[in-house]
Each structure stands twice: as C-alpha cells, then as structure tokens.
C-alpha cells in the first residue's frame, strides 16, 4: 500500500535537508514552530509534489515530476508538514478496489484478505496502521468515503474544498486521520 522511490533527481541538497532540520529546532525551541511543524503525511500518487514522482499509479506517466506543487501540498508545507511519500491508489484514480496491475494490490491492514478500498486506498491504509497520522487523498466520487470505511480510518471531506480545476472536473482534496480503535 506504500510506493516509496527514491527520485533519480532531486533539487534538495543534504545540507539543504539538514539546514530544514535546524530550522525546526529553531522555530520549536524559540515557540515559534507552525501547526503542522514536523508532522509526517502521505498524499496519493496523483498530487503534485515536486520532490515525487506525479505518476497516478499509471506506467505511462512513471517517470513524471510536476514543475510545481499543487495548492494543497504548498499549504501544508507553509504549515509545516513533512511530505513522506506518495502511495499507492486505483490507477489514474478510476476504480474503487486500489487494485492496480502496476503497482500491485493495496491490502487492507485490517484484514489482509480484502481491499484497502479506492481510489485513495494507499493513504487510507497508511493511516490504518499506524505508520502514517495524516493521509492526503483526492475525491470525484467515494474515493475518500471508500477506503475510510473499508481501513477504519476517519475520512474527513469539507464542506468548503482546496480544490483546484482541471480540464474535465474538479478534484476535491480530502483527508485520512484519526484512526479508529
């Protein structure tokens, strides 16, 4: 339910990462650190982040890097989240299993004989089990409603969307957190 490649390119230095670091040491020892500061998140595979592949789970667009961030990742990098991977979702988000011949199977870590749901499978599986406290999915159509139910997890799409327009539709951003005991 994890896709996790390390970018044959990357723009960000190690002493670049390291100078991030200090900062939010900085900002945390001076009471000044922003509400997400150092928080871990995944987004699915279909938002652009410039340090990740923007491939949608498709072998068409594999080796695809946006030029910028979309709205939402712009945001929660301004608040101080930490982008940890994409993940793993139904390809080009058309489907509601995350079943996908490319990148394999998002199992559900609740019971691994079913589905993690879809299209937004791979951030509601992370969150299930732990390894992740905040998912970003997209939703058209239950891809956020879905896997939440399917993974134990709380789905959570607003009323008022950080949405951005595309060609043919509006993607709403949603997100996975507060995993159900």
């Known amino acids: 339910f994890l896709i996790i490649r390390r970018p044959p390119r990357s723009t ?15 900002r945390y020892s001076n009471n000044t650190n922003r509400p997400l500061e150092g928080l871990p998140i995944c987004i699915k595979s279909n938002i652009a982040y410039t ?4 491939h ?3 072998p068409s667009l594999a080796n695809t890097y946006p030029k910028k961030n ?7 990098l301004n608040l101080g989240a930490i982008i940890i991977c994409n ?5 080009l988000a058309f489907g509601v299993t995350s079943n996908n ?8 870590p609740l019971n691994d004989k079913f589905c993690a749901g879809g299209s937004s499978g791979g951030s509601a599986a992370l969150v299930s089990s732990g390894i992740i406290p905040l998912g970003i999915g997209t939703d058209t159509g239950g891809s956020i409603r879905i896997p939440a139910s399917y993974c134990g997890t709380v789905g959570y799409l607003s009323l008022i ?9 509006e993607i709403s ?3 996975f957190c507060l995993k159900k005991n």
């Not at 993940?87 to 390809?91: A, G, P, S, V, Y």
């Not at 969307?161 to 539709?169: D, F, G, L, N, Y």
């Open 101 to 108: 011949p490319y990148t394999g199977f998002c199992l559900n």
């Open 12 to 26: 960000q230095s190690r002493s670049s990462a390291a100078s991030d670091v200090y900062k939010r040491q900085d």
């Open 56 to 58: 949608g789970c498709t």
């Open 51 to 54: 340090q990740l592949p923007c």
């Open 87 to 91: 993940t793993n979702m139904h390809e």
């Open 161 to 169: 969307h950080i949405s951005e327009p595309t060609r043919q539709a």
């Open 173 to 175: 951003y949603a997100v």
């Open 70 to 76: 979309s709205e939402i990742v712009f945001k929660l």
